[in-house]
């Protein structure tokens, strides 16, 4: 319905998968690879969620991913 071109990266070719490879990296400084997420509770989810929704990214020319979002939202 969409019209719209989906892409799969190959197994094993995380060189397809930069912005995804990129955001795991930015994730595993709070919780370390491994880590049994069961013993990560909502509250935990949402401060990390908070922190990197809060942190200047140089894809977005330095501007905060929850800014970006923000100024999507505003109406027209």
Known sequence: KLKTDVYFANPYS???R???????GLLRQYIRKGTDLRTVTDRQISEIERALNARPRKSLGFRQ???VFNELRKPA
Do not use: I, K, Q, T
């Open 14 to 16: 995380s060189w397809e």
């Open 18 to 24: 930069g912005l995804n490879e990129n955001f795991n």
């Open 65 to 67: 991913p929850v800014a």
